[in-house]
């Protein structure tokens, strides 16, 4: 099964994609991967507040927080999709 970490690269980000690998080897998405991503996300909101406020020396935090963001929508679309399958209907 893949595991999370490398998930995200093999789907390239994309959240069809990745529910079609995980699938193929009867994985899922539990909440917590999704509720670390979110927790590792908000844990840099300062640092992006400061780089927002500081110019072009803040843009790797920018990047860092984006990529950070787009692993959490990634696995939330990935949940979605489960969710629809099973229930034809999501809570998300």
Same mark, same amino acid.
């Given at each position: 099964?893949? $595991?999370? =970490?490398?998930?995200?690269? +093999?789907?390239? &980000?994309?959240?069809?994609?990745? #529910?079609?690998?995980?699938?193929?080897? @009867? &994985?899922?998405?539990?909440?917590?991967?999704? +509720?670390? #991503?979110?927790? =590792?996300?908000? +844990?840099?909101?300062?640092?992006?507040?400061?780089?927002?406020? @500081? &110019?072009?020396? &803040?843009?790797?935090?920018?990047? $860092?927080?984006?990529?950070? #963001? *787009?692993?959490?929508?990634? #696995?939330?679309?990935? *949940?979605?999709?489960?969710?629809?399958?099973? $229930?034809?209907?999501? +809570?998300?």
């Amino acid at each position: 099964m893949s $595991d999370e =970490s490398t998930l995200f690269e +093999k789907a390239n &980000g994309n959240s069809v994609t990745g #529910y079609l690998l995980l699938k193929a080897e @009867g &994985g899922n998405v539990p909440p917590n991967w999704i +509720k670390r #991503y979110t927790e =590792s996300r908000m +844990k840099k909101h300062a640092d992006v507040a400061r780089a927002l406020r @500081g &110019g072009l020396e &803040g843009y790797a935090t920018l990047l $860092d927080w984006e990529e950070a #963001y *787009r692993k959490e929508c990634f #696995y939330y679309g990935i *949940r979605a999709l489960f969710e629809l399958e099973r $229930d034809g209907k999501t +809570k998300l």
